[in-house]
């Protein structure tokens, strides 16, 4: 490792539902802002070799002819506007055929109802806008000029793509992008183009230095670790949990994502929730915005099963496996006994038994070889120890954990042909095992757990329709 940069953004929430960033003043800027810094860390006599971006995904960034964002980015599956939208398209295309298709059905995730959004409330934007673009592919193309998208992010602009084929599903795709020519598909680590004289002013990365498409953070970062072959999975500690696990055959689950993989012609399964270190921070803050430590420390006074505590962490709703933006938080069990530990703790527990919940979906296309944990969330002294206590699964820790930048790093090695393709520069640190007393205790937990949704669906979906005054 030469030099690392670090740069913090937040996303806008201007309405209920709706999750934006400037593409241009957030992402463009910064990663100008991190190339600049990078290229002047380089050693005396040093040759950058190649480049590679990922980003969070899959997003919607609509442009110009001159790559100007015609609007803010709609982001991934907590951006949840497109309701409307995701039933009408299941109407007209069914369900059944976009499973099959697609090997996903229509929820926040999907790009397709996001671009259907638009087309419908704000076909000016639409009608002038001359390509769409994902994070990772919209500064692809301000670096090179290149209109592409890497087959992954494709397959997760449902219905757009034909994920059992690797290819774009031409017809749902020109009846829903109309006007908007579809991106040249490539594999993440493929050089696009070259960057350009415009984009190296603005980086300070050399004119003619290789570009790789990259993809989205999540797949990179699962790429980083090593998760390259079917039985392979990574948790992702973030503000949301995200997991991925490569499988070796087509295999279409309603409440999971099936997708395109990094590496040519390969198949992968996703899940992502909606909350997961953002509930750990908004738990913070409103119980007094004591540190970290301390809230951990009192966390860990508190006996696995949280003394009867049981909370459903949806505080802006959920994506897998219940996909169902109205759902809401519940605790569940709470007592004048219970204090701040008894909370935090029986988040995490909340969090971890979601987490069992999709591990179980997964075991029924490829049953698990190893799991690979990554994130921030892994500073946590509690979560990860509880999702293995939970799930009864050990995880592996990585002794790199930079995350996703160190995947796009070896996607532009491979592309430029400085490493061999099956080159892995994954070695793992330590071993997260579950402790068999606490598992048993969960698995009485995690029963009732899973009857608290269901349960209290139809009262919270009336507290969720509340108009807002």
Same mark, same amino acid.
């Given at each position: 490792?030469?030099?690392?940069?670090?740069?913090?953004?937040?996303?806008?929430?201007?309405?209920?539902?709706?999750?934006?960033?400037?593409?241009?003043?957030?992402?463009?800027?910064?990663?100008?802002?991190?190339?600049?810094?990078?290229?002047?860390?380089?050693?005396?006599?040093? =040759?950058?070799?190649?480049?590679?971006?990922?980003?969070?995904?899959?997003?919607?960034?609509?442009?110009?002819?001159?790559?100007?964002?015609? $609007?803010?980015?709609?982001?991934?599956?907590?951006?949840? !506007?497109?309701? +409307?939208?995701?039933?009408? @398209?299941?109407? +007209?295309? #069914?369900?059944?055929?976009?499973?099959?298709?697609?090997?996903?059905?229509?929820?926040?995730?999907?790009?397709?109802?996001?671009?259907?959004?638009?087309?419908?409330?704000?076909?000016?934007?639409?009608?002038?806008?001359?390509?769409?673009?994902?994070?990772?592919?919209?500064?692809?193309?301000?670096?090179?000029?290149?209109? =592409?998208?890497?087959?992954?992010?494709?397959?997760?602009?449902?219905?757009? /793509?034909?994920?059992?084929?690797? +290819?774009?599903?031409?017809?749902?795709?020109?009846?829903?992008?109309?006007? @908007?020519?579809?991106?040249?598909?490539?594999?993440?680590?493929?050089?696009?183009?070259?960057?350009? &004289?415009?984009?190296?002013?603005?980086?300070?990365?050399?004119?003619?230095?290789?570009?790789?498409? *990259?993809?989205?953070?999540? /797949?990179?970062?699962?790429?980083?670790?090593?998760?390259?072959?079917?039985?392979?999975?990574?948790?992702?500690?973030?503000?949301?949990?995200?997991?991925?696990?490569?499988?070796?055959?087509?295999?279409?689950?309603?409440?999971?994502?099936?997708?395109?993989?990094?590496?040519?012609?390969?198949?992968?399964?996703?899940?992502?929730?909606?909350?997961?270190?953002?509930?750990?921070?908004?738990?913070?803050?409103?119980?007094?915005?004591?540190?970290?430590?301390?809230?951990?420390?009192?966390?860990?006074?508190?006996? &696995?099963?949280?003394?009867?505590?049981?909370?459903?962490?949806?505080?802006?709703?959920?994506?897998?496996?219940?996909?169902?933006?109205?759902?809401? *938080?519940?605790?569940?069990? @709470?007592?004048?006994?219970?204090?701040?530990?008894?909370?935090?703790?029986?988040?995490?527990?909340?969090?971890?038994?979601?987490? $069992?919940?999709?591990?179980?979906?997964? %075991?029924?296309?490829?049953?698990?070889?190893?799991?690979?944990?990554?994130?921030? *969330?892994?500073?946590?002294?509690?979560?990860?120890?509880?999702?293995?206590?939970?799930?009864?699964?050990?995880?592996?820790?990585?002794?790199?954990?930079? #995350?996703?930048? /160190?995947? %796009?790093?070896? @996607?532009?090695?491979?592309?430029? *042909?400085?490493?061999?393709?099956?080159?892995?520069?994954?070695?793992?640190?330590?071993?997260?095992?579950?402790?068999?007393?606490?598992?048993?205790?969960?698995?009485?937990?995690?029963?009732?757990?899973?009857?608290?949704?269901?349960?209290?669906?139809?009262?919270?979906? !009336?507290?969720?329709?509340?108009?807002?005054?």
């Amino acid at each position: 490792m030469i030099a690392t940069e670090t740069v913090s953004h937040s996303m806008d929430l201007p309405r209920p539902g709706w999750a934006e960033v400037d593409a241009e003043k957030l992402w463009w800027a910064e990663v100008c802002q991190i190339a600049s810094k990078l290229m002047a860390q380089m050693p005396s006599g040093g =040759v950058l070799a190649g480049m590679c971006v990922s980003g969070v995904g899959p997003c919607l960034v609509l442009c110009d002819d001159d790559l100007r964002p015609l $609007r803010p980015a709609i982001l991934y599956g907590i951006d949840t !506007r497109a309701s +409307e939208e995701i039933e009408a @398209l299941t109407a +007209e295309f #069914g369900a059944e055929a976009i499973l099959d298709r697609a090997g996903t059905v229509l929820s926040s995730q999907a790009v397709g109802p996001k671009l259907e959004w638009v087309r419908r409330h704000e076909p000016e934007v639409f009608e002038r806008a001359t390509g769409w673009y994902g994070s990772n592919s919209y500064i692809a193309a301000k670096l090179t000029g290149e209109y =592409v998208m890497d087959h992954h992010t494709a397959s997760q602009c449902d219905p757009l /793509y034909a994920t059992r084929r690797f +290819e774009w599903n031409k017809p749902w795709a020109q009846r829903i992008c109309g006007h @908007l020519p579809l991106p040249r598909l490539v594999w993440p680590a493929d050089v696009v183009g070259t960057v350009t &004289p415009e984009a190296a002013a603005a980086t300070g990365v050399p004119a003619g230095t290789p570009v790789s498409a *990259g993809t989205v953070d999540a /797949y990179s970062e699962a790429f980083s670790v090593g998760v390259r072959r079917p039985g392979d999975q990574m948790l992702m500690y973030g503000s949301t949990m995200f997991l991925v696990q490569v499988i070796d055959a087509y295999h279409s689950d309603p409440v999971l994502w099936t997708t395109a993989g990094i590496e040519h012609d390969t198949l992968a399964l996703a899940a992502g929730t909606s909350t997961a270190g953002s509930l750990i921070n908004w738990l913070q803050s409103v119980t007094g915005g004591a540190s970290f430590d301390e809230l951990m420390a009192e966390a860990a006074d508190v006996p &696995p099963g949280s003394e009867g505590l049981l909370v459903l962490p949806y505080l802006a709703g959920e994506r897998t496996p219940v996909f169902d933006p109205q759902a809401r *938080g519940v605790v569940a069990g @709470l007592t004048l006994r219970h204090g701040r530990g008894h909370l935090f703790r029986a988040a995490y527990e909340g969090i971890s038994f979601g987490i $069992r919940q999709i591990l179980e979906r997964f %075991d029924d296309a490829h049953t698990a070889s190893r799991t690979v944990a990554v994130g921030g *969330g892994l500073r946590s002294p509690i979560w990860a120890q509880t999702v293995s206590d939970v799930t009864g699964r050990p995880q592996l820790v990585p002794e790199q954990a930079i #995350g996703a930048s /160190y995947g %796009d790093a070896l @996607l532009a090695a491979i592309g430029v *042909g400085l490493v061999p393709a099956d080159t892995d520069w994954a070695k793992i640190a330590a071993e997260i095992k579950p402790d068999p007393r606490n598992h048993a205790l969960y698995e009485d937990l995690y029963a009732t757990w899973q009857e608290l949704y269901p349960a209290t669906r139809d009262q919270v979906h !009336r507290l969720a329709g509340q108009p807002i005054v």
